[in-house]
């Protein structure tokens, strides 16, 4: 697959193929690299959240689901992904706090 090495869009494309063909590694470099592109791309961060939870990177996965849902609070594919990759690590599950987007 040929792709523009500078769009983050490109990356999380490429990276969201190796992921569904089971491709972890290759995937977490893509998502790495849309992110370091683009560092405010929730959803980058949340399919990066898939990988390292598949990968057992618990700490990880953890981290970025939270930036996701910090990036944006209404992506409910990663406060679902927070939760599974919390219970994944065998840590207690703590409170999620609420938050909102903010109003315009």
């Not at 995937?27 to 690299?33: G, K, R, T």
């Not at 953890?62 to 927070?82: G, Q, S, Y």
Request: hydrophobic share 40%.
């Amino acid at each position: 697959m040929e792709l523009n090495p500078r769009s983050p869009d490109a990356h999380l494309a490429r990276g969201t193929l190796r992921l569904r063909s089971g491709v972890l590694n290759e995937a977490l470099e893509d998502f790495d690299l849309a992110i370091a592109l683009d560092p405010r791309y929730a959803t980058a961060y949340n399919k990066r959240c898939v990988v390292t939870t598949g990968l057992g990177l618990p700490a990880k996965a953890i981290a970025d689901c939270e930036k996701a849902v910090a990036l944006d609070p209404r992506n409910h594919e990663a406060w679902i992904n927070t939760g599974r990759s919390t219970a994944r690590s065998g840590a207690p599950p703590t409170p999620l706090r609420a938050t909102s987007a903010p109003s315009s």
